[in-house]
């Protein structure tokens, strides 16, 4: 799939998601509610074919298990490539979509210790598939969240954080002062890898693609903590190479793109640098 289709994709799986948390909105009742709604796809394939909205039964609450509420979920490119079949891991099918996100315990058994009505929580594992109204699950599948932070930094906590920290600390010993270079620098990932870097006191020189509001989107990462923020199409121009002489060489560049924007942050690395491909979306090798 390339990239406007990508996006073409992720938006309207948004709307489809928007949409279905309107027309869903849970109702609470005297009755015992034995149903939800989910996202689910039966087979691989576009996300626009496959996923359909079905009415799930929900299962009886188990001794250890715990009744979910979903607050919100995010649409990240990796739900879209296991929706199409081409990720790593891939579920059995039929499968709810979403990877991600954030719920509220509504109920729990009478041998659960961990956790009380109330609590936000988060998956423990990919594949929980959160685009759903309700679940119940073990509560060993979760992990909780404080609920004094902003409902969608909860709901979004899990996995591109993670991956910018760990990515920041797992590969090169880091000082401040030292250089991180990056690509895909506007994604969630890069975003979070901004933030964090500013607060360890190390620079970053973000790679961004083109587009006519470039400007606002400077200014955004800049706000973030960014130093300094190159166009895609700058690159090998004077002015992107200015930049490199301004700041110690980088000893750590982080790859979400590939192909030939990749081999760039490869030839400005320090010597002994790292490169880390996290992900691939021009989906050039
Ligand atoms: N390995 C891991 O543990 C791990 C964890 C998290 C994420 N990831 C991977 O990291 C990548 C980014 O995830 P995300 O959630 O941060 O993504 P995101 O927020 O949806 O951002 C996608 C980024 O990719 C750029 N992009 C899209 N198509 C492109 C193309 N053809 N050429 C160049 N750039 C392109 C976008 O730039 P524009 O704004 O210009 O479109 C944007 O910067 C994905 O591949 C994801 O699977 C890996």
Redesign the pocket.
């Known amino acids: 799939m390339?990239?406007s289709c990508?996006?073409a994709v992720?938006s309207h799986m948004r709307s489809l998601l928007i949409s279905f948390l309107r027309t869903t909105q849970p109702r609470f009742t005297a009755v015992r509610r034995r149903h939800y709604e989910a996202l689910l796809y039966r087979s691989h394939g576009h996300p626009n074919d496959v996923i359909k909205m079905e009415k799930m039964t929900l299962p009886d609450i188990g001794a250890m298990d715990v009744r979910l509420r979903m607050l919100a979920a995010p649409v990240?490119?990796?739900d879209i490539?296991m929706i199409q079949g081409t990720y790593g891991i891939l579920p059995s099918l039929p499968a709810v979509g979403g990877n991600e996100g954030l719920a509220e315990v509504i109920e729990v058994g009478n041998q659960v210790t961990t956790l009380s009505p109330g609590d936000w929580v988060i998956p423990v594992d990919a594949e929980f598939g959160t685009w759903r109204i309700e679940a119940v699950c073990n509560e060993r599948d979760l992990i909780p969240v404080p609920n004094d932070i902003p409902l969608l930094s909860a709901a979004t906590i899990g996995?591109?954080p993670c991956?910018a920290y760990r990515m920041l600390h797992d590969f090169i010993q880091l000082k401040p002062g030292d250089t991180v270079i990056q690509?895909?620098?506007?994604?969630?990932?890069?975003q979070a890898v901004i933030q964090i870097a500013a607060s360890m006191g190390i620079n970053t020189i973000n790679i961004?693609?083109n587009?006519p509001d470039l400007q606002n989107l400077v200014q955004k990462l800049k706000a973030l903590g960014a130093n300094y923020i190159i166009a895609?199409e700058q690159l090998h121009k004077s002015s992107a190479e200015n930049i490199l002489k301004d700041v110690p060489k980088p000893k750590l560049a982080l790859n979400?793109?590939g192909g030939p924007?990749a081999a760039y942050l490869v030839d400005h690395l320090d010597y002994g640098g790292k490169l880390v491909t996290?992900?691939?979306?021009?989906?050039k090798p």
């Open positions: 390339n990239a990508q996006l992720c990240n490119p990796a490539n996995v591109n991956t690509n895909g620098a506007n994604s969630a990932v890069g961004v693609r587009r895609e979400c793109v924007n996290y992900g691939g979306m021009s989906k």
